[in-house]
């Protein structure tokens, strides 16, 4: 559905995205993740043609962008980060004011209308001016325009920001179920791991403009070397043997504050009950301990070494 070769936006001297190749599948929900600065946003306005690469090539649905941007826009859908909304109209007059841009006219320009507001959970509030909504309905609207085209890819970025706990759900209901029933194909961006974590079959981490992983949740782990994390809480310990646990074969890190140790370690190399073992037998008396498996928070900080909102 999406090609991207060699992707680059330059401002002077300044490379805001360098260099960058990957591919979207059909009806793949796809994730795009980046500290602030890294790119993301800069990849959207590319694809979505607000702007105009330096080098390299976008294609979509097998066409080069570049050279069919009007028939491309038309199977396009894009969620911007700011909202994109006439505040003094309805939820049905934007609906269909945004519609009528894709050409869409007469009674099918109100069906898909009443469709879009019905996938937004909107009906009710159809006639209501946007300006009276709260800040998640408001969000519900301005996916529902990049809906009206009823799009092959959809665009959305950071379309969570700044919502309640109830419309963000909502929001990530409505893209699985777009998904899955529609069989459209998503592009995400977020800033919120556990999100992409639900939603995303693919990853793609982008930090200073370059592409520095791609691939399944599972595939980074295993080209990271990822480490799940295991924390023990101890009643005594010598000090000799807390020196002693970063030598624990399939022990990578460890971090010891007050009574807790927390640990990176591989489950490939070691099963986590014969570490629990060699902690006990170092003398260590343990009174609780919790395995968690690597999550794309974890990666993504082994990765490049800083949190996703840093």
């Given at each position: 559905?999406?090609?991207?070769?060699?992707?680059?936006?330059?401002?002077?001297?300044?490379?805001?995205?360098?260099?960058?190749?990957?591919t979207?599948?059909?009806?793949?929900?796809?994730?795009?993740?980046?500290?602030?600065?890294?790119?993301?946003?800069?990849?959207?306005?590319?694809?979505?043609?607000?702007?105009?690469?330096?080098?390299?090539?976008i294609?979509?649905?097998?066409?080069?962008?570049?050279?069919?941007?009007?028939?491309?826009?038309?199977?396009?859908?894009?969620?911007?980060?700011?909202?994109?909304?006439?505040?003094?109209?309805?939820?049905?007059?934007?609906?269909?004011?945004f519609g009528?841009?894709?050409?869409?006219?007469?009674?099918?320009?109100?069906?898909?209308?009443?469709?879009?507001?019905?996938m937004?959970?909107?009906?009710?509030?159809k006639?209501?001016?946007?300006?009276?909504?709260?800040?998640?309905?408001?969000?519900?609207?301005?996916?529902?325009?990049?809906?009206?085209?009823?799009?092959?890819l959809?665009?959305?970025?950071?379309?969570t920001?700044?919502?309640?706990?109830?419309?963000?759900?909502?929001?990530?209901?409505?893209?699985?179920?777009?998904?899955?029933?529609?069989?459209?194909?998503?592009?995400?961006?977020?800033?919120?791991?556990?999100?992409?974590?639900?939603?995303?079959?693919?990853?793609?981490i982008?930090d200073?403009?370059?592409?520095?992983?791609?691939?399944?949740k599972?595939?980074?782990?295993?080209?990271?070397?990822?480490?799940?994390?295991?924390?023990?809480?101890?009643?005594k310990?010598?000090?000799?043997?807390?020196?002693?646990?970063?030598?624990?074969a399939?022990?990578?890190?460890t971090?010891?504050?007050q009574?807790?140790?927390?640990?990176l370690?591989?489950?490939?190399?070691?099963?986590?009950?014969?570490?629990?073992?060699?902690?006990?037998n170092?003398?260590?008396?343990l009174?609780?301990?919790?395995?968690e498996?690597?999550n794309?928070?974890?990666?993504?900080?082994?990765i490049?070494g800083?949190?996703?909102?840093?």
């Amino acid at each position: 559905m999406l090609e991207l070769k060699n992707l680059t936006k330059k401002y002077g001297d300044f490379t805001v995205v360098n260099n960058i190749s990957l591919t979207v599948e059909d009806g793949e929900v796809f994730g795009l993740l980046g500290p602030n600065g890294a790119g993301k946003s800069t990849m959207v306005s590319m694809i979505s043609t607000v702007l105009s690469p330096t080098s390299g090539t976008i294609k979509v649905d097998h066409k080069f962008l570049q050279e069919n941007p009007v028939e491309i826009k038309k199977i396009m859908g894009v969620v911007p980060q700011d909202l994109a909304l006439f505040e003094t109209l309805t939820a049905k007059d934007n609906l269909i004011f945004f519609g009528s841009l894709y050409g869409l006219s007469g009674k099918r320009l109100k069906r898909r209308a009443d469709e879009v507001l019905e996938m937004i959970e909107l009906t009710e509030k159809k006639n209501q001016a946007v300006a009276e909504f709260s800040g998640g309905m408001k969000r519900r609207v301005n996916i529902g325009v990049a809906l009206m085209n009823n799009p092959k890819l959809l665009i959305l970025d950071e379309p969570t920001v700044g919502i309640d706990p109830q419309s963000r759900n909502h929001i990530l209901q409505t893209v699985k179920k777009l998904n899955k029933e529609e069989g459209m194909t998503v592009i995400y961006t977020s800033h919120y791991m556990e999100e992409v974590e639900y939603l995303c079959e693919k990853v793609a981490i982008v930090d200073h403009g370059s592409l520095i992983a791609l691939g399944t949740k599972e595939e980074l782990k295993n080209n990271v070397n990822a480490c799940d994390t295991l924390t023990v809480i101890y009643q005594k310990a010598s000090q000799e043997a807390l020196e002693q646990i970063s030598s624990i074969a399939g022990v990578h890190q460890t971090t010891i504050d007050q009574n807790q140790i927390a640990m990176l370690v591989s489950a490939k190399e070691r099963n986590i009950i014969d570490i629990v073992d060699d902690i006990k037998n170092l003398g260590i008396a343990l009174t609780s301990f919790k395995y968690e498996e690597v999550n794309l928070e974890s990666i993504f900080l082994q990765i490049t070494g800083k949190s996703l909102r840093e």
